[in-house]
């Protein structure tokens, strides 16, 4: 299976070079013509509104902070299970290499954009509208296909969460049970339209989360200390099975990837010549988080840890505190994540809604749609009830490609001519390096889930 894998990739990297700029001549035209007509939309609101550009734009400082509460999310709980699956060495080399690995796409991406917006003279360019303009419609459609698809799998993962916690809070009701009550709390969420609205309550969710990482790390580092473990029978390895790293590389994966908010954050930059910086710093004290966690959870639990190893905490006030604040996290989560998602299948129903369904209609037929996608959402996570192995498969499946696989295929076809033969290389080792493992994360996350539920 890799082996057919490198070969397909090595093709379509080969493709990808013979094809010429008139070949996409026609698509690229368009959608260069409707990000320039958006942005041309967007001067004409603001003109005369009295605002300084300047006074938006973020700092150094400002724009570190923002990535790091990009970067570290409720994923990094799900490592020292995937720490389990690989073995602590493999880790501990690993975690560091991924993120190393996705650091270097992101740059390039923020390279590409640079490069054509310089060219075209465009005030700022989406991941979407980047593919787009480089790969052409299917690009634009396959990165937006697979945003939906990894965001709608982040609110699978973040349902589950939720109803596996309280199920372990409250066990009166069964976890099917806790997802059915949690539904309409996800709709009426789901109905909100701005994000503005969402505010005052993510430095909370934050704040939640960084008090589940220190106490989490507080009672590892504390049976570490004691030279103890809750299960003495647990084993621990250096280098786990082969069957089993492909679940690690999907969990990892899924912890690290932020490709989707880094064109934003440096669009709004006083100084984007700076986010190289930035990227760097907060990517170096993100390996040190999650390599840190990753290995220490592990080692106190060693493989009997649970798939998010605030399930394998003992039962205590202070424990019960933690999952409560974590569930109200991943709550507010849920409608972060849903938004991007929402946005792209709305764009693609508004002509269909124009020509079929009356004006005044839109509203409510919006809010069917986003309680359909919810159905789903909750739907998923009742028909494949097992956390660890739904992060791999969401991560193998979506974050792959959004991290590893598009950024590096998007600067091939956008700069091939000025790349070197080694850094052209580079590109397609990325590229088929993203798709083994992505493809190996995928198949043994499916094999080992119906292997589960049968």
Same mark, same amino acid.
């Given at each position: 299976?890799?082996?057919?894998?490198?070969?397909?990739?090595?093709?379509?990297?080969?493709?990808?070079?013979?094809?010429?700029?008139?070949?996409?001549?026609?698509?690229?035209?368009?959608?260069?013509?409707?990000?320039?007509?958006?942005?041309?939309?967007?001067?004409?609101?603001t003109e005369g509104s009295g605002e300084e550009e300047e006074e938006q734009k973020t700092s150094f400082g400002e724009t570190l902070v923002n990535f790091l509460k990009g970067c570290?999310?409720?994923?990094?709980?799900?490592?020292?299970?995937?720490f389990a699956k690989a073995g602590w060495l493999i880790g501990v080399i690993g975690v560091p290499l991924i993120t190393a690995i996705s650091t270097l796409c992101i740059d390039e991406?923020?390279?590409?954009?640079?490069?054509?917006?310089?060219?075209?003279?465009?005030?700022?360019?989406?991941?979407?509208?980047?593919?787009?303009?480089?790969?052409?419609?299917?690009?634009?459609?396959?990165?937006?296909?697979?945003?939906?698809?990894?965001?709608?799998?982040?609110?699978?993962?973040?349902?589950?969460?939720?109803?596996?916690?309280?199920?372990?809070?409250?066990?009166?009701?069964?976890?099917?049970?806790?997802?059915?009550?949690?539904?309409?709390?996800?709709?009426?969420?789901?109905?909100?339209?701005?994000?503005?609205?969402?505010?005052?309550?993510?430095?909370?969710?934050?704040?939640?989360?960084?008090?589940?990482?220190?106490?989490?790390?507080?009672?590892?580092?504390?049976?570490?200390?004691?030279?103890?473990?809750?299960?003495?029978?647990?084993?621990?390895?250096?280098?786990?099975?082969?069957?089993?790293?492909?679940?690690?590389?999907?969990?990892?994966?899924?912890?690290?990837?932020?490709?989707?908010?880094?064109?934003?954050?440096?669009?709004?930059?006083?100084?984007?010549?700076?986010?190289?910086?930035?990227?760097?710093?907060?990517?170096?004290?993100?390996?040190?988080?999650?390599?840190?966690?990753?290995?220490?959870?592990?080692?106190?639990?060693?493989?009997?840890?649970?798939? #998010?190893?605030?399930? $394998? %905490?003992? =039962?205590?006030? /202070?424990?019960? @505190?933690?999952?409560? +604040?974590?569930? !109200?996290?991943?709550?507010?989560?849920?409608?972060?994540?849903?938004?991007?998602?929402?946005?792209?299948?709305?764009?693609?129903?508004?002509?269909?809604?124009?020509?079929?369904?009356?004006?005044?209609?839109?509203?409510?037929?919006?809010?069917?749609?986003?309680?359909?996608?919810?159905?789903?959402?909750?739907?998923?996570?009742?028909?494949?009830?097992?956390?660890?192995?739904?992060? #791999?498969?969401?991560? $193998? %499946?979506? =974050?792959?490609? /959004?991290?590893? @696989?598009?950024?590096? +295929?998007?600067? !091939?076809?956008?700069?091939?001519?000025?790349?070197?033969?080694?850094?052209?290389?580079?590109?397609?080792?990325?590229?088929?390096?993203?798709?083994?493992?992505?493809?190996?994360?995928?198949?043994?996350?499916?094999?080992?889930?119906?292997?589960?539920?049968?």
């Open positions: 299976r890799c082996c057919t894998c490198v070969s397909l990739c090595l093709s379509l990297c080969v493709r990808m070079q013979l094809y010429t700029q008139d070949d996409e001549k026609t698509p690229l035209l368009s959608h260069l013509q409707s990000v320039q007509h958006r942005d041309a939309d967007v001067d004409d609101l570290i999310a409720s994923g990094f709980l799900s490592l020292p299970f995937a991406l923020v390279r590409v954009k640079n490069k054509i917006c310089k060219e075209h003279r465009l005030k700022s360019l989406s991941y979407e509208d980047l593919a787009g303009i480089v790969l052409g419609k299917y690009g634009s459609i396959a990165v937006n296909t697979t945003i939906v698809v990894t965001q709608m799998g982040f609110c699978c993962v973040y349902a589950l969460f939720i109803a596996q916690h309280l199920h372990q809070l409250l066990s009166a009701l069964t976890q099917l049970e806790y997802l059915a009550i949690i539904f309409p709390v996800f709709v009426l969420i789901s109905w909100i339209r701005s994000l503005k609205t969402l505010a005052p309550t993510s430095m909370l969710a934050n704040m939640f989360i960084l008090f589940a990482y220190v106490v989490v790390m507080e009672r590892c580092i504390a049976y570490l200390a004691e030279h103890r473990r809750e299960d003495e029978n647990s084993k621990i390895v250096a280098i786990g099975s082969i069957a089993t790293i492909p679940i690690f590389f999907g969990n990892t994966v899924y912890s690290v990837e932020i490709v989707g908010v880094v064109l934003p954050m440096e669009n709004k930059m006083a100084q984007p010549r700076r986010f190289r910086g930035v990227l760097l710093i907060g990517m170096s004290i993100v390996v040190l988080i999650y390599t840190s966690f990753g290995l220490i959870g592990y080692l106190a639990y060693g493989d009997t840890v649970a798939d #998010s190893i605030s399930e $394998s %905490l003992p =039962s205590s006030p /202070l424990y019960a @505190v933690l999952k409560v +604040l974590l569930c !109200l996290a991943l709550l507010q989560s849920y409608a972060i994540q849903f938004y991007p998602p929402i946005e792209i299948i709305e764009a693609g129903l508004k002509p269909w809604m124009k020509e079929k369904i009356s004006e005044g209609k839109h509203y409510a037929v919006c809010n069917i749609v986003r309680a359909l996608l919810v159905l789903v959402s909750v739907g998923l996570a009742a028909a494949i009830p097992h956390l660890g192995l739904f992060i #791999s498969l969401v991560g $193998s %499946l979506g =974050s792959g490609a /959004l991290a590893l @696989v598009f950024p590096p +295929l998007i600067h !091939l076809k956008a700069m091939g001519s000025e790349l070197s033969p080694a850094r052209r290389a580079t590109d397609i080792l990325l590229i088929v390096f993203g798709v083994v493992g992505s493809a190996a994360g995928t198949y043994v996350a499916l094999k080992d889930i119906i292997s589960a539920m049968s």
